[in-house]
């Protein structure tokens, strides 16, 4: 077997894993509206993570990490728009 094959299917399974991680996350998201195990911080700095790939991917010629990442990016982004639309609603807890 080619090793770079080999490389190459390491690293697409790498990617879809990667971007396939949010869709759990994102589907409990819409199906209960609740946001309050998101942290916004955390999804705030992923973005700007996946950002940086994107970046370094195209710099590099490297279209494999610049596309896996931006895929995950639109993943990413999709969770930080839920938890500001879901986030945003006023609480139904009385005092």
């Known amino acids: 077997m080619n090793a770079t094959f080999v490389t190459n299917a390491i690293g697409t399974a790498a990617a879809a894993i990667s ?7 994102i589907l409990d998201m819409i199906k209960t509206k609740d946001v309050s195990g998101v942290s916004l911080r955390t999804y705030a ?3 700007v993570s996946f950002s940086l790939w994107i970046a370094y991917g195209w710099r590099l010629g490297s279209w494999p990490v610049a596309v896996a990442n931006a895929a995950a990016l639109i993943m990413a982004a999709i969770v930080l728009t839920l938890k500001w639309r879901f986030g945003r609603r006023p609480s139904t807890q009385s005092d």
Do not use: K, N
Not at 19 to 25: D, G, L, N, R, W
């Open 19 to 25: 971007i396939s991680s949010f869709v759990p996350q």
């Open 45 to 47: 700095f992923t973005v």
